[in-house]
């Protein structure tokens, strides 16, 4: 413990002394994410453990659309953590001054004219970036680990499918008021198209046909979405698709930790984990700033502790996504989002895989 903090001053002081002009105050400069270094990875190549991902991608929305300002808005809103000023007095570590090399990204450049392009662009994309980058480990089988920074909720199929080829099936925790699980029938329309299929609310339905999930190792928690018809069909539905179902009230019985723990109960600890946090699943008065709002929702403070407590969890890859500039209120929604990728980001640096291989994972 000492010895950390005796790291962290010394940090201090090289960032007091280090240079006439080195100073970035949060409001100067160019907005990468938390002041890290930000490259172009799908032109650069550069070598990283953790990095943000912008998917700038809206056009696969239900409803208000406007995600693609997100990952430019959460940048923004990320500009008061630093390394200087970022050890996370809730985990005891800095993230940004550990092991790990995290570095920001950049976008993916995706078409707003065609979703099935969009749908190649993401999944080639994605792909390149977890295949074909080394990692401070100097592993050959070491694969780096993406915090997608959204676009609309649709952004975690070409992750998913990605991830997939490496680690095999994924438990997703799936922070969310909706199901997203709706098969493309949910949506009754004379017209159809194979493209029509590809929506922010059918996606984790998708990626249970294409057999990308952990069957019965699927989780969603702070639910609290109307449901179709008279009945649970939804939820018949939802099962098939493999999730278990935790809904936002819990949240007020159990506490943080115990909506943790009844997470904890479906996803093994050793299985490949994607946690993915659609920002509405905080309440409207707590992000606005979304497509599809639904009142009676989690505080941010929850979603925080929630994270906290889920810790200890072999997270691959992580989302934050549906953040909606044009619908925001004085940067609420970003800033959540901001320190959300945070959290998320101290997570994986608190639990680093062991061998970031399929192997890893085999004994499951
Ligand atoms: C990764 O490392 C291998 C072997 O050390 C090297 O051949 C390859 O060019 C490196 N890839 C990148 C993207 O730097
Ligand atoms: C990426 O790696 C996976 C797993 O090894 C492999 O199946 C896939 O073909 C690779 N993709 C590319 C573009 O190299
Ligand atoms: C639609 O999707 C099905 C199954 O995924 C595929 O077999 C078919 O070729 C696709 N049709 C078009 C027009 O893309």
Not at 174 to 179: E, I
Not at 320 to 346: G, K, N, R
């Amino acid at each position: 413990m000492r010895f950390s903090t005796f790291v962290s001053v010394a940090a201090l002081f090289d960032f007091a002394v280090a240079g006439r002009w080195t100073e970035e105050w949060p409001f100067s400069g160019l907005p990468s994410f938390a002041k890290l270094p930000f490259y172009r990875c799908l032109v650069e190549n550069p070598e990283f453990d953790i990095a943000l991902l912008g998917i700038p991608f809206d056009t696969a929305v239900s409803f208000r659309p406007g995600a693609r300002f997100g990952p430019q808005a959460i940048r923004r809103a990320s500009q008061r953590q630093n390394g200087l000023r970022g050890f996370n007095a809730r985990a005891g570590i800095n993230p940004y001054q550990d092991w790990a090399h995290i570095i920001d990204c950049g976008d993916i450049p995706v078409t707003p004219m065609d979703n099935q392009l969009a749908l190649q662009q993401m999944d080639a994309a994605y792909e390149e970036l977890i295949n074909g980058t080394n990692t401070s480990s100097g592993s050959p089988h070491a694969i780096p680990r993406l915090v997608s920074l959204g676009g609309d909720h649709s952004v975690i199929l070409p992750a998913l499918r990605a991830l997939y080829k490496h680690y095999g099936p994924i438990s997703v925790i799936h922070l969310d008021s909706h199901l997203d699980t709706w098969s493309p029938d949910s949506y009754p329309s004379y017209w159809h198209s194979n493209t029509s299929e590809f929506t922010h609310g059918s996606m984790l339905w998708l990626a249970s046909q294409e057999g990308l999930l952990h069957r019965g190792h699927c989780v969603h928690a702070g639910l609290r979405t109307r449901l179709s018809g008279r009945d649970w069909f939804d939820y018949d539905e939802d099962d098939r698709v493999g999730f278990h179902r935790i809904h936002a009230d819990e949240m007020m019985d159990l506490g943080p930790r115990g909506v943790a723990e009844q997470i904890r109960k479906i996803v093994p600890k050793n299985a490949p984990v994607y946690l993915s946090v659609d920002i509405d699943v905080l309440d409207p008065s707590a992000a606005p700033g979304t497509g599809t709002v639904e009142p009676g929702g989690w505080l941010t403070r929850e979603l925080i502790s929630l994270i906290r407590h889920l810790q200890d969890l072999p997270l691959v890859g992580a989302d934050v996504v549906e953040v909606s500039p044009p619908f925001d209120y004085a940067d609420l929604t970003a800033m959540a989002a901001a320190q959300v990728a945070y959290e998320i980001i101290t997570n994986m640096v608190q639990t680093p895989l062991e061998l970031e291989t399929r192997s890893f994972f085999s004994n499951i």
